[in-house]
């Protein structure tokens, strides 16, 4: 991989101080540049001569002032065998070159892969081979930062989407084993992955980059439903119990969907396409500041569309399960329970779209929806879309029935109680049981019997997906 180290302010720190110990253990000011001979640090050393301008050279006092070498200097230098070289190794001064003071130049490595460089110039008599040997073991220690910050701008997206379409069995053993070995020291500890879906552009190529997601080691586009596409997020957590990298990455992720108008993609994804991503359901604005969960949703959030049988929302009745307007996003975001390591990815990734499936479908539940918060949608999503369409509903679920169809699923969210029902609608108890008696001759079933509510909360839940 020869993508350059863009050096983090999370370990620039890390660097100088390294650098600084190189310094001290030497007895000369060190600095540190990538493989592509750009500066990452220079080490302070409280030496008067050596900080004297005139001492310097014209190719280390470009390398400090611009930050970088000129290809003629880097391939003067890897001439010299630096690229290869497992210790120390020696330049000599070249005038005519620029280079006025030899060099000593100590090559940053990981797993055998060189990373960069150490600089220092090289006086007579010089530093030991034994404070050389030290200085290496420091060098070994940049190289796994170097490394560490290589691949996590590395694109895995081919690892990842590997894990999470394999088949069960030998092929998902050898994707997981291929990712753990992308990741290194990061495939261990807890994970989870973020679904965000249906994401506004098919292609592949305009999915966004790992590090314009907070706490991303991977992340990968993949199917959803017919014509549209997800984004799938793989994060590491500080801890199992802390799911705030999770919702503030999917919050980072709605955010930037609504910055360019919606998905486009998301139209004809309906609960009638039989696949992930039913009917769209509203957002709200706090998915920019990663809010997921109903306790962080305005009370025009909260509204949904209610679809017909044929996958067409229908017009959006009044009260709070009244439908979302046409202007907000239909894009949510499912974030899976945290797993240990990386075994369980392909579980988690269910999970993960099951979770973006209920929010679309329950806007209450979203825009950021947790595995789970999600309810008896962690069974209906595991249903294949011609069992959930059980036939008792069909003649309720017609457009013509819409009213009814809602009447049903507000009764029977509100525990059979007929005056909470009857206020959540805004209509009067006598109305209610109007409603109720024709919903019965619709669908010969006993609102009074355990299993038949039971039969019906189920089908008008699953309906939406």
Not at 85 to 99: F, H, K, N, W, Y
Not at 413 to 442: F, P
């Amino acid at each position: 991989m020869r993508d350059n180290v863009r050096v983090t302010s999370e370990h620039r720190g890390d660097y100088e101080e390294l650098v600084d110990e190189i310094s001290e253990l030497l007895g000369a000011p060190a600095t540190l540049e990538n493989r592509d001979f750009e500066l990452i640090a220079f080490g302070a050393y409280d030496s008067e001569g050596d900080l004297d301008p005139s001492a310097l050279d014209p190719v280390r006092t470009r390398s400090i002032l611009t930050r970088r070498s000129t290809a003629a200097v880097r391939a003067w230098f890897e001439g010299f065998g630096i690229t290869r070289a497992t210790g120390p190794v020696r330049i000599p001064p070249t005038p005519e070159a620029g280079v006025y003071r030899g060099r000593i130049c100590l090559p940053v490595r990981h797993r055998g892969v060189v990373h960069g460089y150490v600089w220092l110039l090289d006086d007579d008599p010089g530093p030991s081979e034994r404070r050389l040997s030290d200085a290496m073991r420091v060098t070994a220690r940049i190289g796994a930062l170097l490394a560490d910050e290589a691949q996590h701008g590395a694109d895995l997206s081919r690892e990842l989407r590997a894990v999470l379409t394999a088949e069960r069995g030998w092929q998902s053993d050898m994707a997981v084993a291929e990712l753990r070995t992308a990741l290194g020291a990061r495939a261990d500890g807890p994970h989870t992955l973020v679904c965000v879906a249906p994401w506004p552009s098919a292609d592949p190529d305009d999915a966004p980059s790992v590090r314009a997601v907070p706490g991303a080691t991977a992340l990968c586009t993949l199917p959803w439903g017919a014509t549209a596409q997800c984004v799938a997020v793989l994060l590491r957590l500080r801890s199992p119990e802390v799911l705030t990298p999770a919702t503030t990455a999917a919050g980072r992720l709605l955010e930037r969907v609504r910055g360019a108008g919606g998905p486009a993609s998301a139209a004809g994804q309906g609960p009638g396409s039989g696949g992930p991503g039913g009917a769209a359901a509203g957002g709200s604005d706090d998915a920019a500041n990663g809010v997921g969960g109903p306790a962080g949703m305005s009370r025009s959030a909260r509204s949904r569309p209610t679809a017909s049988a044929d996958g067409a929302a229908g017009a959006p009745p009044s009260g709070r399960r009244g439908g979302a307007s046409r202007d907000t996003a239909g894009v949510a975001a499912g974030v899976a329970t945290p797993r240990s390591g990386l075994a369980d990815l392909a579980a988690a990734w269910w999970e993960a779209s099951a979770a973006a499936r209920a929010a679309l479908a329950e806007a209450r539940l979203g825009p950021v929806a947790q595995w789970t918060s999600i309810g008896p949608f962690r069974l209906l999503t595991a249903l294949p879309p011609e069992i959930a369409r059980d036939p008792v509903a069909r003649t309720l679920l017609a457009p013509v029935h819409h009213e009814l169809a809602r009447t049903a699923e507000v009764y029977l969210d509100c525990a059979g109680q007929a005056a909470r029902a009857a206020a959540e609608l805004g209509v009067h108890r006598q109305t209610l049981y109007y409603r109720l008696s024709r919903i019965e001759k619709l669908t010969g079933l006993d609102l009074d019997d355990g299993e038949d509510r039971l039969l019906l909360h189920m089908t008008l839940k699953a309906h939406r997906l």
